[in-house]
Structure formats: structure tokens, C-alpha cells
């Protein structure tokens, strides 16, 4: 039976626990993560499952948790690092990504912004070419919260298979992660790799 690597995350902010579990899951079949925060909790069960491992979870007395990642036979782990490119051609074979980083659109009057990106937000939903996914950081995260004016919007767009990957950092900060609507906590590690792999990044 193979030796479980261990991997102490607590601690430690967003991305370090996905960026040390994806490491350990790449040399060893049996790694034990230890997180204390439900974000790393998330994101590291998220990358388990992405990376073909059976994720078991144990809650500790002491608040911690205790994520089992076991890989699973004939899983395939991938090994990309992320690799800032320069070139501004877009990767013809990458995604579709739309950044709102932002409640708001452009700078200037908020109250005009507000409604600039209600408009792009619905008009998003109503083009034939959606994109694969959309990314919000920063105030964009509040868009995706009960009582945003657009959550219509962004459940239309989930349920025409839009993945939503809202920052689990910036949810915290604003305390509202209780009160996400649409979407998927996040983190930075995925972020930077959705970003990195687009094929056209759209930033309004």
C-alpha cells in the first residue's frame, strides 16, 4: 500500500492549498490535505474531482478538515504550469472568457455604470455565441449574490451550461459568500488557469 503524502494547509490563503494539493497529487496516489477554512475546503475537493482522485472528507474537532484525495485507476493528473504568455494572438482551440471585474461598467458615474452593465450582462444572454465561462472578481462578485439586479441573467446563462467562477477571496471580503446566488466559489489557482487558456478574453 502506498505512503499517503501529507500536505498541511492551514494557515494559508487562497490559492496555496489547491496550488500544494495539485503538487502532491502529481507524485504520490494518496495525498491528505489539512485546510482550516470552508474556501480551501471547496477548492481543494474541486480539484480532486477534477483531477480524477475519490475525495473523502473528515471534519475535525478542532475545526479542521482532513480531505482524503485517493487517484482513482487509470486517472490521468495533468502537470501544466502556468506560464504567463506574451504573445497577443489568441489560442484558436482556447475558450471563450468574459471578465467582470466590476458592479459596474467603465469609469466615471456609478449610477450610469450600473446600468451599462445590467444592459451588457442581458445582452450577454441574449447573443448567440455564449461564452464557456465568466470570471468575477472584485465588486463584479456582488452581481452574483441574492438581490443583484442581473441574477436572472446569470442563471440563464448557468443553465445554458455558462460556468460562473466567482472569487472566493473577494466574497469574504465584502462578507456575502453566505449570500452567492449564482455561480461557483473560486479561487485565484483557477482563475489564472481559465485566464491563461483563453482563446479570446473579453474584458467590458
Do not use: W
Not at 491528505?32 to 474531482?49: F, P, Q
Amino acid at each position: 500500500m502506498s505512503k499517503t503524502k501529507i500536505v498541511n494547509a492551514r494557515g494559508l490563503s487562497c490559492p496555496q492549498p489547491v496550488i500544494l494539493a495539485k503538487q502532491a497529487i502529481e507524485t504520490n496516489e494518496q495525498v491528505k490535505v489539512i485546510v482550516d477554512n470552508e474556501t480551501a475546503l471547496e477548492n481543494v475537493k474541486r480539484l480532486g474531482t477534477k483531477q480524477g482522485c475519490d475525495v473523502q472528507v473528515e471534519k475535525k474537532n478542532d475545526g479542521t478538515y482532513e480531505i482524503n484525495l485517493t487517484r482513482k485507476a487509470g486517472a490521468i493528473v495533468t502537470k501544466e504550469e502556468f506560464v504567463p504568455s506574451c504573445d497577443a494572438t489568441p489560442a484558436a482551440s482556447g475558450p471563450f472568457v468574459i471578465v467582470i471585474s466590476a458592479d459596474t461598467m467603465g469609469r466615471g458615474n456609478d449610477e450610469l455604470g450600473n446600468v451599462l452593465i445590467r444592459a451588457f450582462l442581458h445582452t450577454v444572454c441574449q447573443q448567440k455565441e455564449k461564452p464557456a465561462v465568466m470570471i468575477f472578481y472584485n465588486t463584479g462578485v456582488k452581481l452574483t449574490v441574492q438581490g443583484s439586479e442581473v441574477l436572472e441573467d446569470l442563471k440563464q446563462l448557468e443553465s445554458e451550461g455558462v460556468q460562473l467562477l466567482v472569487c472566493g477571496t473577494c466574497l469574504n471580503y465584502f462578507e456575502i459568500k453566505d449570500k452567492i446566488a449564482a455561480g461557483t466559489v473560486s479561487n485565484m489557482y483557477d482563475i489564472v488557469e481559465t485566464m491563461s487558456r483563453a482563446g479570446r478574453l473579453l474584458v467590458p
